[in-house]
Nanobody, 121 residues
Framework: QKELVESGGDLMQPGGSLRLSCNAS????????IGWFRQVPGKEREGVSC????????YIAESVLGRFTSSTDDIKNTVYLQMNGLKPEDTAVYFCAAGLGSCVVVEYDYWGQGTQVTVSS
């Protein structure tokens, strides 16, 4: 069974840092692009970042540029989202997703269940 599982979501103060993890089981991520998305209830899902272990392509949303960074660990078959300088507007459920190929043309076929990040005083 192919599965993605996110973890690391928490309640954070503004300005804090948090690292989310996305672990893949049942398949290897070597040929995939892995994206991070976030969604607030009642609002449209927003793309946050992408990194491809297939061709090295990347994407980062302007709203998180300079604060968030995505990276991979091929041994652990895991993708991370390092979140620094957290703002209240970063509050959302964060999802990871995987699709074959490049971040440029990827179609995401596998999705995790989401992990809640809340940024508040």
């Amino acid at each position: 069974q192919k599965e993605l599982v996110e973890s690391g979501g928490d309640l954070m103060q503004p300005g804090g840092s948090l690292r989310l993890s996305c672990n893949a089981s049942g398949f290897n991520l070597d040929y995939y692009a892995i994206g991070w998305f976030r969604q607030v209830p009642g609002k449209e899902r927003e793309g946050v970042s992408c990194v491809s272990r297939s061709d090295g392509s990347t994407y980062i949303a302007e709203s998180v540029l300079g604060r968030f960074t995505s990276s991979t660990d091929d041994i652990k078959n895991t993708v991370y989202l390092q979140m620094n300088g957290l703002k209240p507007e970063d509050t959302a459920v964060y999802f990871c997703a995987a699709g074959l190929g490049s971040c440029v043309v990827v179609e995401y076929d596998y999705w995790g269940q989401g992990t809640q990040v809340t940024v508040s005083s």
